[in-house]
């Protein structure tokens, strides 16, 4: 191994000092009352103690709040977040457990209790004023989310990965250390002497991002380390941005406005097909999704519409679908989407505009044809 290999593998689980908080946690100042996420592993813990660190050293700045979210997984579970309070009572930063209670899926455990956590979190910063809510990815998680995307076919947003600062439902969501690897966080606690917990699902091979983690020693060995993994994210990030901004002028040029699922949504089919194929994609994902009531709609299904549509338009044909529960119709020159009628509602308007029986448009016992 050359020097110059052996220098960066030392800063790479190097302690962090006083003067590499400033950069780190500058981007706290724009926030007055901050909700810390920590769970007790590592990189919370040390994110706990540098912003209490940092903020102690300035003259003015946010108001730290500090939250544990208990999923109940495991036993020994109640104990970390107890120690998580423990510490934060020693530094003088308040602290609440919040529980994931009732019944626990069968499967996809870790996506759901990562849903959980945000969901409790959210809710607890929005019941108490909290305008932002910090987290502590590191440099290694966003590499894992780029690979883990890569593997289910992500497009270019997903390819971004976490952005060091975004928005989830009304609440700013801060990563201040996207860039710093687990390394230097683990070090650092462990030259302050603070204790922290490990998570034994960090190691399952049962689920995708150990096993992806596995990976990592011969991803390197050709070149694709963390912060390469890093550095796509960052470059598919600015040009998600730029598509979404290009995005936005085509909506405003054809003269669309603000969405309301209420009215709908018409476009001018010629104006839109004109349109280059990923900025009318994207525009018919923000129609579909204005209207929506399914949830968002998912990029390979709006891919196959945008297909399909494409091929009726040149065809000079009619088409109607529906996606994410909205429905899509493409005729005489014009492409409207509005949210579709329940399927209680569709059933009940065939049944009353229908010469038929309601038990068979039911397809009930004796209605079958």
Known sequence: MSRNVQAAERGRAAPLIDDDLEPLFAGFR????????????????????????WRYAQLEGPSFF???VDHGLRSGSDT????????????????VVLPWRGPKPSTGIQEAARDERYGLLRAFARENGLEALALAHTLDDQAETVLFRLCRGSGIGGLGAMRPVSQRGGLAILRPFLTTPKARLVATLKASGTPFARDPSNEDPRFARPRLRALAPVLEEEGLDAERLALLARRAGRADAA????????????????????????????????????????LLVRAVTACASEGPAELAKAERLFEALQGADAQGMRLRR???????????????????????AAVDSLAANSALPQALVLGKEGGDP
């Not at 107890?82 to 510490?87: I, P, T």
């Open 30 to 53: 724009g926030y007055s009352r901050i909700l810390l996420g920590v769970s007790g592993g590592p990189d919370s813990t040390a994110m706990l103690l540098l912003a209490r660190n």
């Open 66 to 68: 500090v939250a544990t």
């Open 80 to 95: 970390e977040a107890a120690a998580v309070g423990a510490l934060c009572e020693r530094i003088g930063l308040p602290h």
């Open 243 to 282: 598509l979404e901004a290009a995005t936005h002028r085509a909506q405003e040029e054809l003269g669309l406005g603000p969405w309301s699922a209420d009215t709908g949504i018409r476009l001018d089919a010629p104006g839109f097909f004109a349109l280059p194929e990923e900025i009318g994609l994207r």
């Open 322 to 344: 529906t996606l994410a529960g909205a429905v899509v119709t493409l005729r005489q020159g014009s492409l409207s989407i509005a949210t579709a009628p329940s399927r209680q």
